[in-house]
C-alpha cells in the first residue's frame, strides 16, 4: 500500500546529492588603495653612499675653491731664465753677452705699423733706415722700398755700449726730414732717444723705439 508524501519526501532532491547552499553576499565596499614606500636607489658602483647596500666609501664633500686664493710668489728677476733676443739661447742670469752667438743682451727693437715693422738690433752696429737695397738693412728695405717718401739713405739709429741710443739723419739731408716725437730735427743733426720715442721718416712713416731690459 502506498504512503501519502510528506515535505521530507521533495522528488527533486537526491538523497545522493548535497543540498544547495546559496553563495554570500557580495560587499559593496570598495576597498582603501595600497601605498607602498619606494626603495632608496642603490649607489653606483665605485663610490657614493645611500640608503641601502654601498660599493665603496662615501665621496668626500664637496668644497668650492675660493675666488681669493693666494696668488704665486712673484719669480725674481735674478733667477729667471731667459733665451737670447738673437739666437734663442738660455741665458744665465747675469750675462751680458750670449755665450752661443756671442751677442750682447742689450739691444733696441724698432717696431712700426705703416709698414708693417718689428725687428730688434744689437748694440755698435749701426741700424740703418732707407731704400737702399745695399745699405739699408734687408728687413728695413724690404718694409720701405715702396715708400717714396723716405730717402734711400735717411737716417741710422745706433745704441751705443754705454747704453744710451742715437738718431742720426744723412749728413746731407733728406727730401722729407726726419722726426723725432713729431719735430723735426736739424737737417744732418744726431739727438738721442729715449725708450718710446717715436721716429718719423718723412710725414707718413713713423716707427717706436724700445729698449728692452737686458736682464728680462
Not at 163 to 187: D, S
Amino acid at each position: 500500500m502506498d504512503r501519502a508524501l510528506t515535505d521530507d519526501d521533495d522528488p527533486l532532491i537526491d538523497d545522493d546529492q548535497e543540498a544547495y547552499v546559496p553563495p554570500p553576499p557580495v560587499s559593496t565596499d570598495i576597498p582603501a588603495p595600497r601605498t607602498e614606500t619606494p626603495e632608496a636607489p642603490e649607489a653606483p658602483r665605485g663610490g657614493g653612499a645611500a640608503t641601502g647596500r654601498a660599493y665603496g666609501p662615501a665621496a668626500p664633500p664637496y668644497a668650492p675653491t675660493s675666488p681669493y686664493a693666494p696668488a704665486a710668489p712673484p719669480v725674481d728677476a735674478a733667477r729667471r731664465v731667459r733665451p737670447c733676443w738673437q739666437c734663442g739661447h738660455p741665458l744665465p742670469p747675469g750675462t751680458s753677452s750670449c755665450p752661443e752667438c756671442l751677442e750682447p743682451t742689450r739691444h733696441l727693437r724698432l717696431i712700426g705699423s705703416r709698414p708693417r715693422l718689428d725687428l730688434r738690433h744689437g748694440e755698435g752696429a749701426p741700424l740703418r733706415l732707407g731704400r737702399h737695397p745695399v745699405w739699408a738693412r734687408p728687413e728695413v728695405f724690404g718694409a720701405l722700398q715702396c715708400e717714396r717718401e723716405v730717402s734711400r739713405c735717411h737716417a741710422v739709429v745706433q745704441l751705443a755700449p754705454d747704453g744710451t741710443l742715437w738718431l742720426t739723419e744723412n749728413p746731407r739731408g733728406t727730401a722729407n726730414g726726419t722726426y723725432v716725437n713729431h719735430e723735426r730735427i736739424p737737417r744732418g743733426g744726431r739727438v738721442r732717444l729715449e725708450d718710446g720715442d717715436v721716429i718719423g721718416l718723412g710725414e707718413k712713416v713713423a716707427f717706436t723705439v724700445l729698449l728692452p731690459d737686458p736682464a728680462g
